[in-house]
């Protein structure tokens, strides 16, 4: 496919979503010139989102990381992550009692303010589990997974407690050249040995685009063909933005090498309706 | 856990979200009985939806079928269905050529009625392929197995089109002992043969959920504590419902038996908040 | 990986096995020159078995295929099929009774020449199950897919049997173009509808490479270390030999483009001894 | 299914494969009185073997556990584990070099004993790994979890080795209430991260069976038909003894309750030749 370029792509649309990592940010923080992007939007009165499958701090938290680097224009509205659906599940579904996590006390903190009562794993005493009433991966750090992972198999043995799942990523880039396991692999991993099925968020699936869409149309109604998903993974946010009915541009400053593109969207079937080499704006 | 009543439990929901196979009708027809818990509904001003996985027809002929039955509160604006998704999918992405299909003319009427054009892959020529915008799987009747379901894998080898999957079930009960092979069965095995991702619409995903529940906004703001999604299957209607953050009831007149259901229960981890023998109430 | 001659490679063992499909035919029949391959092989006292999934025919029959075409040398003795080790299997533990199967007559001859009592999957009375013991999946042909496939669904529902895959391919090419769905994917769909665990037979299953290591050493004692695998696909036959612990050898005339070749070999981490284009020496 | 007496079927056969967990220990050692077991067999000339998923130890170390507990006849001869299958390989198939393993040094004691060079992934520099020319999976103790799994992911970006999983075990009991997940999980999970096929060795494989039958061949000859494989899991001692072609006993001493055998068999299509409630005479 050819590739074209970002600014005249942008302009044919109202709203665009931005997956975060490998679009906005690396390893390093924030792409240079990104925020020229931004101005940019601003300037033709394109509205924006980070839609982004994160799960390690609250929406604030997430937001304030860009203002850190100079981004002032996202703010914690423009945030829709993984996290805030898991929250959201909790906050529905478990009326009382604990929710025991796996993550660093950071990524409880959103938990927190609205209102749930948590517990680290690292904290929990098996043989105490009446109360836990839900069990939520958050984030890889944080805990000892030789001792805390085997913790949390025997949980599931002792209390039949729904496991949510809030960010379904496998791993992430930690460096140019290194990767971490992403809290995702750990949970698929017991829910293999479980035998459970575990409550799942962040992309591709669907509900992660409504609640984007949903927050749009609080502000103005906006059909889907005027919405454009910006993503650098094919199986996260281009397949999720197709399913959901809105077109979808793929960058190259992320996980999809151009030297493989071709071949990838050949071999999966997933097809973007644009490629860019990057959403920076120079 | 506890077999409950029925109407003490709809009692508390402002909306019902019914699937339709094992809990409204079986392969015999609509069950006896079911037009009372439709009247009592209407008696006390609690709305009603059927969500189901099915795109062998329309939302219209869907309706039909209860109306032919005498279940006339059941109209075509009650109807939401894994094939309108698929649908609506198609419209959004598909803007030009022909979409090639399997299943029965009945079908592939819906997607033209929105103004699609569509092939039969009985009558698709893999000569002859450039038109092909896309392909959905519809229905597992009107073609022959041993011929196009190679054919279509032969089509996925020529053109790199979107497929779409109207309906995720793998199997359907035809009488009170057979079952059928349901299109989700052949789309998984042709998916795994290509190597392509499918885009599949049905329970337990979430967007089944979430097009009902807008429909419901458009007529009346009413908040996800007072929707109760009511199946026979724990795979399907309660995971999905679960993961929607609604509340939940299984009966036990379809998919789920009673000498089964808490082994089931605890085997999986998908925990419905209430269980009734079935939705008739008498 | 560089490419290497095959003949230099040969030279270095004492036994070959080869693949048969992409490897010594196509769709076209045997290869041009392959028995000039046969020759050199005999000339140098370097032994060969044709180790293949197929169970469209015993091994007699298979074997005459290539006699037809000029290659006397293949004779029965030296074919090991997928299909002779699900036969034996059957002889083993299905003493009794008759063995439903699907596939075309000529599949299920070398059943009926080993003893065993035989019904094509098309002739079965689901009414009259008690004498059927065991399900055998030999060929994609000779029964209707929309009844017969539906027909075994509704068997495993009543019987509780030994599920037999004989051939665990997923498709074969039937021109040069066109590729047909093998018997293994419809297997693989019934498996996964009916929830039950099938006894499969086929590479890259170590099974395949003891029955041919176990001939040899029925004639002569040869080390592993001796022997090479000669195949067109990864996932089979290098996969599977380099677990049995023999050198492996592919070749880049079936399944295997030289164009992706680094490419698959990076990306899936099965990595062969050797890389050739052919196994033709000329 | 009728639950039968262990004596009475043992006496048919010429020969006994017999699982370790679950059927001759558990978590507080041998089993009471399974002494008498053997004493019987060897009264009356029947063969036994240990077929164990295990690569904790060599297997003169898990012959040594035996005798340690009074079970002098269980010498290092009858120990076929799923380690020395894995080792076998890495023998055969890595002739120069480093093997980096995960698992404790006494995990790592066997392969050393055999003159392979082993690094143990706590001590792998990732900027040094030229000479690692191959990763086994031994034990899920002896690394920190956190950072050496993390190390593994990363080693495969680096390098194309092949990747041993020497116990395709997910958990494994270490108290009458409490599980640990097993290196198989780990292993599942790193190769699903690294998208790679690894070589993996332990029962319900093929490749078990055929290493203790060819060495019960060495000492006398013996048909498939005299020996019987005895375990407490269906899925990998009772189905792979079915498909190598022997007969299978299920015992109820571990992993399989007696209150839902019927069910479990029901489900899986996985059926034992015979059902006894332990492996001890009394």
Redesign the interface.
Known sequence: MDIQNFKAVADRYKVIFFDAYGVLKNSMGVLDGIEQTFHYLMEREIDYYIVTNDASRGPKALAQAYIDEGLEMVSQDKIISSGMLAT??LR??VRSGTVAYLGTPKSAHYLQELGLHTLSIADLD?TDTDDVNALVFLDDEGF???HD??KI??L??LR????VVANTD??YPVSA?????AIG??A??VE????????KFGKP???MF?FAYDRIQAAMKVG??HILMVGDTL?TDI?GG?????DTLLVLSGNTLKS?VD?Q???????PNYICDSAVID
Chains 1, 2, 3, 4 share one sequence.
Not at 160 to 163: D, R, V, Y
Not at 177 to 181: G, L, Y
């Open positions: 959201e599940y529905l579904k098996l000892d997974w030789n992972i085997n198999v025997n599931l043995r039949n407690i729904p496991c496998k791993s050249n290194e990767v971490s396991i692999s750990i698929d991993m293999q040995i479980s035998g459970r099925t575990f409550i699936d669907a509900q409504i889907k063909q199986f397949i197709n399913k959901f009915g809105i493989s071949e969207i050949h071999l999966t079937g997933i097809v």
